[in-house]
């Protein structure tokens, strides 16, 4: 089992940038993938970005070209930087893990991302 905890989140004026962290209780070596999904209330949760060993990255189109994905490996993070945030933004976002060997996923705790005038 690998704990997530998760840090960054807050309220940010349309337009503006937030860095999510999400930092892991072991080596990420044996991490096979870990990313960021969100939920809005009464909306289906949506995958943002996923980093996967190799550090290939994938995210949605919604926030592609905005959102950057990436990882330490001396500190066993990874982040989510939002720059050119939109109300459509506002979530709250769960950080996941998907270690090696194992079928059954990791989460953080969540973080509120509210992006407001």
């Known amino acids: 089992q690998v704990q997530l905890v998760e840090s960054g989140g807050g309220l940010v004026q349309p337009g503006g940038s937030l860095r999510l962290s999400c930092a892991a209780s072991?080596?990420?070596?044996?991490?096979?993938?870990m990313g960021w999904y969100r939920q809005a209330p009464g909306k289906e949760r949506e995958l943002v970005a996923r980093?996967?060993?190799?550090?290939?990255?994938n995210y949605a189109d919604s926030v592609k070209g905005r959102f950057t994905i990436s990882k330490d490996i001396f500190k066993n993070t990874v982040y989510l930087q939002m720059n050119s945030l939109k109300p459509e933004d506002t979530a709250v976002y769960y950080c996941?893990?998907?270690?090696?060997?194992?079928?059954?996923?990791?989460w953080g705790q969540g973080t509120q991302v509210t992006v407001s005038s």
């Open positions: 996941y893990a998907d270690p090696a060997g194992r079928t059954i996923r990791d």
């Open positions: 072991r080596s990420i070596f044996s991490i096979n993938a």
């Open positions: 980093i996967i060993s190799g550090a290939t990255t």
